[in-house]
């Protein structure tokens, strides 16, 4: 209870009135390394609950009468508001040696003290007494199950971008999200009070009844999240790229559950400009990176922006969309597809001396750099690397190996660890390949987003300047 996100939930769940949920404290005094904040004291939860709109009953957690009367009065339930159950109780209750001691936390009996410890806790009824120890089960095993088992085909979607037109990444999220939800009932969009950026809003004018405003409170929104996964249903989660590492724990925990949940960051890097360090996104790549099996996607252009959320609808598992805030021309046929663990080469010679593998706002910046060393007469490789991870192995290696220096440099907007270089790095280790990552080593400030760019070291400029520093 003094976790921050227990009073996100309180708050959430009184303000959109769920009196179906059903709460239950267990006031037992005892935290791990002392007494807890507030230890017996009932009446501080009773206010504090009580603060936050829900109906609150304190009972004595040892006495089954009232423990009975308890689960009746909150299961008919009439008012609008949650209810709360707040059950004092002794940690160790009925075993001497541990009873309302501290000191006890995560500790394991030996064997003379669990044999005095069943001796005082007497029979009980059924019969486990001395089945303590249960089998161990694989957590390959514990696989989560969707109840709905949602396989809605997402429809072949049609808009009207064309090669060269400004669109920011960010912008189509919540209007191609809106038409894929028109023929699938199980997607919910859940955004925390920034759907005029992210562009959820645009989800929510479609289908208001299966978009969740979630406010600012991260962490309660993946757990919102999570339980409408549990109920069967798609959720996607959208805020700034930055806001989602206030998040993680329960990011973590979504994943330990097997979670089926999408989450789209916007705002993402230096590129955003003026909005300045505290809402750019730098480190959301290696935070969803770092998860087993995740899928980690940062499209350049409006066209893979849509395709990839396509995919994302059908595929199970944790996975991140990156998008941006600037616009960025559309660099791609709506006929193109862009499969998971894919990549794109956008430029190509047999003269090229190197390769630019790149995502998200500096491929436009890779293909300057191309058009100002073509002009010197200097020939490189660039590579849309929209899908980190998995990350398109094979293609940077062919790509490598058919370049006269056989060297990828990496380019990306975000710090320099755990992002796509160090996935390509990785992926090319065991290869003759060498590897060279441009990215933000620094904190940055407020200013436009090419001024920003310039900054960081990961513009046009500055990436002629390192590929001529190769010859």
């Known amino acids: 209870m003094a976790e921050g996100n227990v009073w996100e939930a309180a708050n959430f769940a009184s303000y959109y009135k769920l009196n179906n949920l059903i709460a239950i404290i267990d006031v037992n005094r005892l935290g791990q390394s002392q007494e807890t904040m507030f230890g017996h004291n009932l009446e501080e939860y009773i206010q504090r609950l009580n603060a936050f709109g829900w109906e609150v009953l304190a009972i004595d957690g040892h006495n089954f009468e009232e423990i009975d009367r308890a689960f009746n009065l909150a299961l008919n339930n009439k008012s609008e508001k949650p209810f709360v159950i707040i059950a004092k109780t002794i940690k160790g209750k009925g075993v001497s040696i541990f009873e309302d001691k501290e000191g006890w936390h995560g500790k394991p009996l030996k064997r003379e003290e669990l044999e005095k410890a069943l001796t005082e806790l007497g029979e009980v009824d059924d019969g486990l007494r001395f089945k303590l120890r249960a089998p161990a089960v694989r957590s390959d095993a514990l696989v989560a199950h969707d109840p709905a088992e949602p396989d809605v085909v997402s429809p072949r979607l049609r808009f009207n971008y064309k090669i060269g037109d400004q669109i920011g990444t960010r912008e189509v999220y919540g209007e191609v999200l809106g038409k894929l939800a028109d023929n699938n009932p199980f997607i919910f969009a859940l955004d925390g009070d920034v759907k005029n950026s992210t562009y959820s809003q645009d989800f929510k004018k479609a289908h208001p009844d299966r978009f969740i405003e979630c406010f600012i409170a991260e962490q309660n929104m993946v757990g919102v999240a999570l339980g409408l996964w549990a109920m069967g249903k798609v959720p996607f989660v959208s805020t700034f790229a930055a806001f989602l ?29 003026e909005d300045g360090p505290s809402q750019m996104g730098l480190e959301d790549i290696a935070m969803f990176g770092a998860f087993p099996d995740s899928i980690v996607l940062h499209p350049s252009d409006a066209v893979s922006t849509t395709k990839l959320l396509t995919l994302l609808v059908a595929h199970k598992g944790i996975a991140y969309l990156r998008t941006l805030r600037p616009k960025t021309a559309v660099l791609y046929d709506l006929d193109e597809a862009f499969p998971i663990g894919g990549s794109k080469i956008l430029r190509q010679s047999k003269k090229d001396i190197l390769t630019i593998a790149a995502c998200g706002i500096t491929v436009h910046e890779a293909l300057k750099a191309y058009e100002m060393l073509k002009n010197d007469g200097i020939y490189v490789r660039v590579i849309d690397c929209y899908c980190v991870k998995p990350i398109d192995r094979k293609t940077l290696q062919q790509s490598s190996n058919a370049t006269m220096k056989q060297l990828v440099i990496t380019v990306e907007d975000h710090f320099e660890h755990g992002g796509l270089g160090d996935f390509i790095l990785a992926a090319l280790a065991d290869s003759k390949t060498k590897v060279v990552k441009m990215a933000v080593t620094n904190i940055s400030t407020s200013g436009t987003s090419a001024e920003l760019l310039d900054a960081a070291g990961i513009s046009a400029k500055h990436i002629v300047k390192k590929v001529k520093s190769f010859l």
């Open 245 to 273: 590492t206030r998040a993680f724990d329960q990011i973590r925990m979504s994943v330990i559950s097997k979670g089926n949940i999408k989450f789209v960051g916007s705002h993402a890097g230096v590129s955003i400009g």
